[in-house]
């Protein structure tokens, strides 16, 4: 199986506070540390990890964070198709010591769209991974790539036109809670009657990552909740990002969607025990034995779509 991934690259710049962040907070004159991210980024290297051959196509500058960003892709065997423009994007990252919930401050680069792709070179791919920022590669796809080549999307919490139709034509639409309901707010109830919009529009199961409480599986009446790994979480950056490479990962070995959920929660729970994105990124070998040491206990169940409403309920 091939995988072709297309999306944004960035380079982090990471500071660390004590308590909560500010709204307003100015991370001007803090030590920061410089890490590597973006969305179908972090997914590749799980990929590749796991021995899946992976090729890369995003666009950064010609400066020394690029570099950066071409060292660590040919260390982890992704091969790398850069487009290449003036800067490579830079964004700031508040993280809480306590919880490892953070913020994002997005920097002021701009880059242009990906597009012109290549019907011969699409074709090559068994199953695609795009993110929102590359709108104009997502349509080129839907036209050029084989009726058998599956799409994983990364729409992030924005809710568009664009958006709404990467959840819509994608195999594995798998969204967020915070796009369902932003962070949390309105009743219990409306997020129901989103997901059940949601699945109408689609007419496939949706996948929904919910943070701590794991992800759970909607089939347009009802969902199932699967439970994370326990762990202390560290830094949650890129979480999102991991559980996506993980579940295209499940969907190259023809697993069926629960046992790749689940799969799915165990590899983003571990990323979120170290810090930083693709430095925190956990190897084959820690993710293959807490999948099957949790597979031998049996410890890994589901529950019923009132639970999660529950258990969102003590977030509100």
């Known amino acids: 199986m091939k995988v072709l991934g297309i999306g944004e690259s960035v380079i982090d710049n990471v500071c660390r506070i004590a308590g909560e962040v500010p709204k307003n907070f100015d991370p001007t004159g803090l030590t920061t540390e410089k890490h590597i991210g973006g969305p179908v980024l972090t997914a590749m290297i799980v990929l590749a990890r ?10 950064i500058g010609r400066d020394e964070d690029a570099n950066l960003i071409h060292s660590l892709m040919n260390h982890e065997h992704v091969r790398l198709l850069p487009k290449y423009q003036h800067k490579t994007k830079v964004n700031t990252m508040i993280i809480n010591k306590q ?3 953070r913020m994002k401050l997005r920097g002021s680069i701009k880059h242009d769209l990906i597009k012109d792709l290549n019907r011969n070179f699409i074709h090559q791919f068994d199953l695609i991974i795009i993110d929102r920022h590359e709108q104009k590669a997502f349509y080129e796809i839907l036209k050029l790539k084989r009726p058998a080549t599956k799409i994983i999307i990364d729409p992030s919490t924005e809710i568009s036109k664009f958006t ?20 949390y707010t309105g009743s ?4 129901d009657h989103v997901l059940k919009r949601l699945y109408g529009w689609t007419k ?11 992800s759970f599986i909607f089939n347009g009446e009802n969902a199932e909740l699967l439970p994370p790994l326990k762990i202390t979480a560290v830094d949650t950056t890129g979480a999102g990002d991991i559980y996506r490479g993980a579940f295209a990962y ?15 929660n165990i590899v983003a729970a571990l990323q979120c025990t170290k ?6 990124i956990p190897s084959k070998e820690e993710i ?11 410890t890994l169940t589901s529950c019923t779509l009132n639970s999660i409403y529950l258990q969102l309920q003590n977030k509100l």
């Open 204 to 214: 496939k199961p949706l996948i929904i990552t919910a943070g701590d409480i794991g």
């Open 50 to 59: 796991l021995d899946v051959q992976c090729v890369y196509m995003t666009s």
């Open 164 to 183: 709404l139709d990467m959840i819509k034509y994608a195999d594995y639409p798998i969204i967020p809670i915070e796009a369902v309901t932003p962070t």
């Open 99 to 101: 919880t490892g919930q």
């Open 188 to 191: 219990l109830e409306n997020i």
């Open 288 to 298: 293959m034995q807490h999948f099957e040491d949790l597979l031998e206990r049996k």
């Open 275 to 280: 810090t930083g994105n693709a430095a925190a």
């Open 250 to 264: 499940g969907i190259i070995q023809n697993w069926n969607l629960k046992k790749t959920a689940r799969f799915s």
